[in-house]
């Protein structure tokens, strides 16, 4: 499996983007997908993520209400709307597929990985 995230970028504060990440190789359309995010000073945590069908999804609570994530599997794509965006947003974000079921948020659990894409938020 390969994921390649894209998307990411420079916004204000305030501002939104989409990140998406497309799958390629294993049936990506099976298993539950996920969105990671990271900064220098802090170690990867999880964000959301759905499940391989889309009709369940994860947010972690302190994003709820501005994050979302969706999939179309049409396309071998999962979606990270992120609104509202605030400077501690600022991270390097990752896609990732779990093989195992029930969205979870355990780092551990996720087996394929794509590279990071920066998002900065300026204040």
């Known amino acids: 499996v390969q994921l390649q995230a894209s998307g990411g970028g420079l916004v204000q504060t305030g501002g939104s983007l989409r990140l998406s990440c497309v799958a390629s190789?294993?049936?990506?359309?099976?298993?539950?997908m996920g969105w990671f995010r990271q900064t220098p000073v802090k170690e990867r945590e999880f964000v959301a993520a759905?499940?391989?069908?889309?009709?369940?999804?994860n947010v972690i609570d302190s994003l709820k209400g501005r994050f979302a994530i969706s999939r179309d599997n049409s396309k071998n794509t999962v979606y990270l709307q992120m609104n509202s965006l605030k400077p501690e947003d600022t991270a390097v974000y990752f896609c990732?597929?779990?093989?195992?079921?029930?969205?979870?948020?355990?780092?551990?659990?996720?087996?394929?990985w794509g590279r990071g894409t920066q998002v900065t938020v300026s204040s």
């Open positions: 990732a597929l779990s093989l195992a079921g029930n969205l979870p948020s355990n780092i551990n659990r996720y087996n394929y």
């Open positions: 759905t499940s391989a069908s889309g009709s369940r999804t």
């Open positions: 190789g294993r049936t990506s359309s099976s298993f539950t």
